[in-house]
């Protein structure tokens, strides 16, 4: 999975796919979009095994939620 993830990275990132050129900012953030997923099956799979998979996910949205609400904030003013 985090193979074919790299790879759509590389065809997202390669100007000759597109129609203009490709923003480095871009990239790196999906680059890092890439490693937080594979990083996060990679913890999720014990815990899930441990736990349960309801109160692992329920957990996990409620994180993302968090670290992401203020990025929206901001960009929706």
């Avoid at 349960?52 to 609400?69: E, K």
């Amino acid at each position: 999975g985090l193979v074919i993830g790299f790879l759509g990275v590389v065809a997202i990132s390669s100007p000759s796919m597109g129609r203009g050129a490709t923003e480095a900012l871009g990239v790196a953030l999906v680059v890092f979009a890439t490693l937080c997923y594979g990083l996060a099956v990679n913890i999720a799979a014990p815990l899930q095994q441990r736990y349960g998979a309801l109160p692992v996910m329920a957990r996990m949205l409620g994180f993302a939620s968090i670290w992401t609400a203020p990025v929206g904030l901001v960009a929706g003013l």
